[in-house]
């Protein structure tokens, strides 16, 4: 049996570690055992892997939120010792024969002492910010992986342009589990969130409160044109904040949509743990993303056959098929956004032919199956090296 260590060093709950589960649960459970270190912060994650029986070790951290690129690195040292050494006892005690991490600083708190014991090592680059927030550790990770892998093609692109080594890459696109994905909930006019009754139609955005990343304000404002033309529709904000400067962005957020009279209209949900339930009971998802990787929350909607309205950047082209299972639109234009919203609720039978094809589209290139049996085709060769 193929012992497997993975190392998650962030502190909540994301698409990484989100991606880790659904492989986890595809294993061939006689021929891989999985260990997982995480930190000890990610509760969530903790707790999932405890449900699913996979031994846990807890990594003692502290997690800096700093601008200061240069001033995070200095002050993140006596964290980096640490936590190599806390996995080079892990390794020693375990004995696992292939090291496994997930996101930027998994890797770089765990590479050391991989190579030190000698083990296969595998990185992940899960995010843009993955290959590219420091390019000489980037270049160090690649370098020393025995394979690095992204999880889009445009990826691949991005580490060209980059002048990384791009012979170690692979793509390996997240999967989910299709079984788990079913019509759930309210048949009538409204569904219930939090205690509060919201009427249909509604649109959703699902995501981190990332003001970098997630492009909140885009689906505020497009939210605002969509009212002009509709004056029904509900928009729900989906997702819960980590940090002070998640919290500070929501306020501001919040704000924004007091200013422009969307009270009624615009509810943050906050964290919410029955995603099919909410993507059975509304209409479209909006990701405005200012980047992203495939976007498991564009899979997510599609395998509950909803059309997606998203940007048309990084790895989302190779999830949407724009005219097909949804529709692209260019960044940071609520306007756009707005025009293929209206067109959808106003075209049902277009938007039912859409998620239609969307769930196809899942189907036959997202699933947890695929995922699986990729990254075992991928260990298998790193032990007969």
């Known amino acids: 049996m193929v012992k497997i260590l993975h190392i998650y060093t ?51 951290m502290k997690n800096l939120t700093l601008e200061n690129k240069f001033l995070k690195a200095v002050l993140q040292l006596p ?118 009754k919201i009427k249909k139609p509604i649109v959703a955005m699902i995501g981190r409160f990332d003001r970098y990343q997630k492009g909140h304000q885009y689906f505020i404002e497009a939210a605002k044109v969509i009212k002009e033309k509709i004056l029904n529709v509900n928009f729900l904000i989906v997702g819960g904040t980590v940090n002070p400067e998640e919290e500070k962005y929501k306020r501001e957020l919040e704000d924004k949509v007091k200013e422009l009279g969307l009270s009624d209209q615009v509810i943050f949900t906050g964290f919410y743990p029955d995603l099919i339930y909410l993507l059975s009971n509304i209409e479209i998802v909006i990701i405005p993303s200012l980047y992203e990787a495939p976007s498991a929350v564009a899979m997510e909607a599609m395998a509950m056959k909803r059309p997606v309205v998203a940007s048309n950047v990084g790895g989302i082209p190779e999830v949407v098929i724009n005219g097909e299972t949804g529709f692209l639109v260019p960044p940071k234009n609520p306007r756009a956004i707005a025009e293929k919203t209206i067109f959808l609720l106003k075209n049902p039978q277009k938007a039912r032919e859409m998620g239609e094809k969307g769930y196809l589209r899942v189907k036959e290139n997202f699933t947890q199956e695929k995922l699986a049996r990729e990254y075992e085709k991928l260990y298998e060769e790193l032990i007969r090296r």
Not at 27 to 38: G, T
């Open 79 to 196: 964290n980096f010792l640490k936590i190599n050494l806390q996995t080079a006892q892990i390794i020693k005690r375990k004995k696992p024969d292939i090291l496994q991490a997930g996101l930027f600083y998994s890797a770089l708190f765990s590479i050391i002492p991989a190579k030190i014991y000698r083990k296969p090592f595998i990185w992940i680059a899960q995010t843009p910010s993955d290959l590219l927030r420091y390019k000489i550790l980037t270049k160090f990770l690649i370098s020393l992986a025995d394979k690095t892998i992204l999880t889009c093609k445009d990826f691949i692109r991005l580490a060209r342009e980059n002048g990384f080594n791009i012979s170690k890459l692979q793509t390996i696109y997240t999967g989910l589990k299709m079984k788990d994905y079913y019509q759930k909930g309210s048949s009538g006019n409204e569904i219930e969130i939090n205690g509060q």
């Open 10 to 60: 962030h502190t909540a709950m994301g698409g990484g570690e989100t991606m880790l589960l659904h492989l986890l649960d595809g294993l061939d459970k006689n021929e891989f055992l999985p260990i997982v270190a995480c930190s000890q912060e990610n509760s969530r994650l903790i707790r999932a892997l405890k449900e699913r029986k996979i031994e846990v070790y807890p990594l003692k």
